[in-house]
């Protein structure tokens, strides 16, 4: 059974959920929309307004009659620091972004390291907090497992077996997220195109290093017991991890790539499996089909959808993690 504390907080989790459409709403419309009591909204609102996490406007509704108190989340209290490295056509690189509570992009910058270590990454966060002084959460993303807040397998070898969550939540006080780039990607695409139970798969292939997938499962991101669920990298294609990186070039790439779309279907069976990254086109995806139903029955194939950029899925990835984390975080 949960204590009053408890209760207090999801209630309020609810009330900036619906918040976070970016409308306002008088305390009847958010105890209506919630299903909590007015009197309930008017404590947890006067709590939220007197912390700046809300802001309350007066407004006439209608041309007569009183005006009502609107709420609305505040913006400025509170950011999140979006950071993520990559090792794309050898060029290795540092993305930071700073959303806000509503996920606009508020703060962008992309730079290249050589190397790419620990303190270019510290030396990038706090550059952004230095613009930034409200950030709540840091969000990391990186081209590796991440396990217990370690980076292990990494495009990267500067960051390889570096414990980069403790080391970040040490130097800067903040908690931080560190979690496999696919994951965010993958969990992005979910909830900007509202994939409500569905099972969603997205598979990456970049040229020059080792493919990885994520899956969301009805909403539950598939991890596994090391958080190496989806490294289909590590399928045995035949040749040692140096050959198979050798042939992840146009078109050699396409058998290994198949096979590892014939795994994905046959062990994940999801409703889409979306395909991006540099090694294929949308007009890959005929030939890729036809070879999957060489062994997969029609009937359980999914859809298959080539996605060109999926940037964009990766920021609402990180965001929505973000506001999933801050209704956990103490």
């Not at 508020?106 to 050589?114: M, S, T, V």
Request: proline residues 4%.
């Amino acid at each position: 059974m949960k204590d009053s504390a408890a209760i207090k907080k999801a209630n309020k989790a609810l009330i900036r959920k619906l918040l976070r459409s970016g409308k306002a709403y008088t305390k009847q419309q958010i105890a209506l929309q919630t299903g909590l009591s007015v009197a309930s909204c008017n404590t947890y609102l006067n709590e939220m307004e007197a912390t700046g996490e809300v802001i309350g406007e007066k407004q006439k509704l209608h041309e007569v009659g009183r005006s009502s108190v609107l709420y609305k989340l505040n913006e400025e209290y509170e950011s999140i620091l979006c950071i993520s490295f990559a090792l794309l056509q050898g060029i290795k690189s540092i993305t930071t972004l700073v959303l806000s509570p509503l996920g606009k992009l508020l703060y962008q910058q992309n730079r290249a390291f050589e190397p790419l270590d620990a303190a270019a990454v510290e030396g990038e966060i706090a550059e952004a907090l230095k613009r930034f002084s409200n950030v709540s959460q840091i969000m990391v993303g990186t081209p590796s497992i991440a396990e217990k807040g370690v980076i292990r397998h990494s495009d990267i070898p500067e960051l390889e077996n570096v414990a980069l969550k403790t080391l970040l939540e040490t130097k800067f006080s903040l908690p931080v997220f560190l979690a496999n780039d696919m994951h965010f990607k993958v969990y992005g695409y979910y909830r900007q195109e509202q994939c409500a139970d569905q099972i969603v798969t997205l598979v990456n292939y970049p040229s020059g290093v080792l493919p990885g997938t994520a899956t969301v499962h009805k909403g539950v991101l598939l991890t596994g017991k090391n958080l190496f669920a989806g490294m289909v990298g590590f399928l045995d294609y035949g040749m040692s991890l140096e050959e198979q990186i050798k042939h992840l070039q146009r078109p050699a790439a396409e058998p290994l790539i198949i096979q590892a779309t014939i795994a994905l279907i046959s062990i994940l069976n999801p409703h889409r499996l979306l395909l991006t990254g540099d090694l294929l086109q949308a007009g890959d995806l005929e030939s890729i089909r036809a070879a999957c139903l060489r062994c997969i029955p029609q009937e359980y194939m999914p859809d298959l959808c080539f996605v060109p950029d999926v940037e964009d899925y990766y920021r609402w990835g990180m965001y929505w993690t973000a506001m999933d984390r801050k209704e956990k975080i103490p």
